[in-house]
């Protein structure tokens, strides 16, 4: 079928919708069969873990938008520089969860965010094992299953016995007691929990483009904001660090009230 010419940012979303409810059906049934689980030799392998389900479910992704949108471009490591619209794939964020099969483990997702002009104008992540189609797009809110997302209230200091056992620079950003610290992967559907309010702040450093770039458009659709690990900047999503929280502290309530819930992969 030929690309939708009303609203083609749309067509491609809904597209993105039924493609990752189909990759998300070829990963569960690959969770079955050893040899699509373990992680095969790629160029990249040393640094990401692939299997032979993630190059599976990338080829399905490519193929369909290349039949369906062919002018569009599918990429899994840039934000495309110009006009040119492209779609970001992470076949399965969470590969190594995935991979090596924690029983009942459910946080690997299937993430397509879609950058024009270096702009996310919509993200699809979709986790299988729980079926929860996560989506949004640019200035029409977020949602999961069709459900509204809005990030958590929480602006003041948790009562917390724990303290933030982390390195200095999530110190300088986060530098408070928090209730709890999670790492438990898939940076997609942990920028997800943040923007369905169940955390307020996830952190990592050494991420790539493909894991954030879906997940950066639901979180702050659902009201969330993004900011880079000095705290200071604007997000950069090519830049390997990312932080989502619920809301921005300003410099004081940084060093003295803010107190979210954070996930670091990190730790
Ligand atoms: O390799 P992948 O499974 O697509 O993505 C990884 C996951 O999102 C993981 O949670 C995060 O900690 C890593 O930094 C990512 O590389
Ligand atoms: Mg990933």
Redesign the pocket.
Known sequence: MAEQSHDPWQSAMDHAVAVARKAGEMVRAALQVQDKCSPVQTKTSAV???TET?QEVERLIIQSVKSKFPSHSVVRRALCAHYCPTWII?????????SFVVEGTR??AC?SGFAVNQQVEWGVVYSAIEDKMYTARRGRGAFCNGRPLQVSPQTGQRESPYRCPTDSSLRKVLSLPVHGVR????????MCAVAAGFVEVYY?T???V???AAASVIVTEAGGVLFDTTGEGAVDLMSRTIVAANNKPSPRESSSSWTPAVQD??I
Do not use: Y
């Not at 992470?90 to 995935?98: A, E, K, Q, R, S």
């Not at 790492?183 to 942990?190: D, K, P, V």
């Open positions: 990401d873990l692939v993630d992470d076949p399965i964020d969470g590969t190594t969860n995935f946080l690997w993430a790492g438990a992967g898939s940076a997609a559907l942990n990592e050494g991420i790539h493909w894991d954030v992969n990190n």
